[in-house]
Every structure is written in C-alpha cells, then in structure tokens.
C-alpha cells in the first residue's frame, strides 16, 4: 500500500477531499473526524466516479494524486477518521480503513 500511488478528488472551491459518511445520525454533522476520505486506485476510476456521481459539477473538482507513504499523514493533518478505498467507482463498491 505505501510504494503505490493514490488518487483522490478534491474540491476546486475550498480544496477539501471527496469523503464519505457512512451511517452518520441525524444529529451528526458531516465533519472530518467522522469521514473516509476516498481514494481511488485508478485516476480513470476518480474521473468515472465524478461522471457518474457529479453530472453537470465535475468541473467542480481535480484529481490529485498521493503517494502511499503520505496517506497517514493527511488524514493526520485533515483529521479524517480513515480511508474508503474506492474498488468499483460505478456501483460503488468502496472497502474502508479507519486509522489505528
């Protein structure tokens, strides 16, 4: 996982990371510290996702790319719960990693 690169959606706009929040209450805010920050193996993965999911918005964001050595350490400066590790963009399938 560290000698692999990632890639990752971020918002043109306020420069935060396409994150998900699985099963949060309706008292819950949407905040890093409960969010999976998405990854994606693929940057053709990343581009179909926003196709799929932000019709009319992709323009919104960028892919960016992230060495696996620098994965603790954004989700350490974010302060994002873990991962989702994005394996069918188009479903989607998506695997998630909470950090220790």
């Known amino acids: 996982m560290f000698s692999q690169a990632y ?3 971020r ?3 306020d420069g935060s990371y396409l994150a998900a929040y699985p099963k949060l209450s309706d ?3 949407r905040s890093p510290a409960n969010g999976y920050v998405l990854l994606f193996q693929e940057q053709f ?3 179909g996702y926003l196709n799929k999911y932000a ?3 992709s323009d919104r964001f960028i892919t960016e790319s992230i060495p696996g ?3 603790r350490a954004l989700i350490d400066r974010w ?3 873990g991962f989702g590790m ?3 963009p188009l479903i989607p399938t998506i695997d998630f990693l909470a950090k220790a």
């Open 86 to 88: 994005v394996k069918d």
């Open 11 to 13: 918002s043109r706009t």
């Open 7 to 9: 890639y990752l959606i």
């Open 55 to 57: 019709v009319g918005m």
């Open 79 to 81: 302060g994002y719960k």
């Open 45 to 47: 993965d990343a581009l």
């Open 69 to 71: 050595s620098q994965l």
């Open 27 to 29: 008292d819950e805010a």
